[in-house]
């Protein structure tokens, strides 16, 4: 069977945590494979040093050109150890934006769309939905007489997004992360209740297809303890989050991995490592927590883990190591 090379629009909240720079890695890795394009990253946190740590990372990785952009910096939104390894990769590693912002995520993303061939992009979200929900309202301007959500739905084939959880028995994985307390399963998953309110008006009002891989499929897959040089900034940010442990679960890893492969692994013999649920409807609640109703033609949906999780381990940081030269 034909599989078409998926072009990618990437929103990350770089820095909270270090599987994205692991993610960011893998989707390096895949793309050298020829397994995707990336057309564009943005970072949806306050912080300044964000889209230079992503920017840093993908230099490293030969593609200094991709189009960067970022949230508008609020330094009264970061919190305590969100930046443990940001500001190193920014000021260590050659980025853009050591002297100059990067420019207005909204504005990089309006422009990789607009250029996009119709039903041509999926959008992969591996942070708060803040950046998709400006997106969806943004007005049209010079680079395309559309409004935000008119122009997603005529560009975009898909959202898969890290973000919810479905299986509160898998909420208690905190490996790598010392000092903060274990997932709550009373309260939504980190994504989504970072910014409540744009998550809701996502989910609501995308008429898209939605994917989420939940908190429970990449909790109990670790990763990042094959990455052996002090030079790359992937490393740097595992054993700078990790404090040298560098074990990590893969919940941005696999959502990327996913993104561009679906169910079945990239290597040989194809062994199918995820499923998909039924169509439905995904609503979130009050606290941020995530429900899912099976529906009928419903364009919601998300994923299972098929394979066991040091499987899924494997496969993953064979591409995390890949560029780790």
């Known amino acids: 069977m034909t599989h078409s090379i998926p072009t990618l629009l990437l929103d990350t909240d770089i820095g909270p945590d270090c599987d994205d720079a692991g993610a960011v890695a893998v989707l390096h890795a895949l793309a050298d494979l020829g397994l995707a394009h990336i ?7 306050p912080d300044a040093a964000g889209a230079a740590a992503l920017d840093a990372i993908c230099a490293y990785y030969g593609r200094p050109n991709i189009p960067i952009g970022t949230n508008l910096p609020t330094a009264s939104h970061l919190k305590p150890g969100w930046q443990k390894y940001n500001l190193y990769l920014a000021a260590h590693f050659p980025n853009r934006f050591q002297a100059q912002p990067a420019p207005d995520a909204v504005r990089v993303f309006r422009q990789a769309l ?23 309202r943004s007005p049209p301007d ?28 898998r909420g208690a994985y905190n490996v790598g992360c010392p000092g903060e307390g274990i997932f709550d399963t009373e309260r939504g998953e980190f994504n989504i ?19 989420f891989c939940p908190f429970e499929a990449g909790a109990g897959i670790l990763t990042g303890q094959g990455l052996t040089n002090a030079q790359s900034p992937v490393y740097q940010a595992y ?12 919940w941005d890893l696999v959502t990327v991995y996913f993104a561009v492969c679906g169910e079945r692994s990239h290597l040989p013999g194809r062994a199918q ?53």
């Open 273 to 325: 490592l995820f499923a998909t649920s039924p169509p439905g409807q995904i609503s979130l609640d009050a606290q941020g927590r995530s429900r899912f109703l099976p529906k009928p033609g419903g364009r919601q949906r998300y994923i299972t883990n098929t394979a066991a999780d040091a499987e899924i381990a494997a496969v993953l940081e064979g591409l995390l190591c890949r560029g780790d030269a």
């Open 114 to 136: 607009a250029t996009a061939p119709d039903a041509g992009v999926d959008l992969v979200s591996i942070g708060w939905f803040t950046n998709i929900a400006n997106l969806m």
């Open 193 to 211: 209740i970072s910014d409540l309110p744009a998550a809701q008006y996502v989910v609501q009002n995308w008429v898209g297809e939605l994917l």
């Open 39 to 45: 057309a564009a990253a943005v970072c949806c946190t």
């Open 142 to 169: 010079d680079i395309s007489p559309l409004g935000g959500a008119a122009l997603m739905e005529q560009k975009l084939r898909r959202i898969v997004s890290m973000a919810g959880c479905f299986d509160a028995s």
């Open 239 to 250: 054993a700078r989050y990790t404090e040298g442990d560098m074990r990590r679960s893969s």
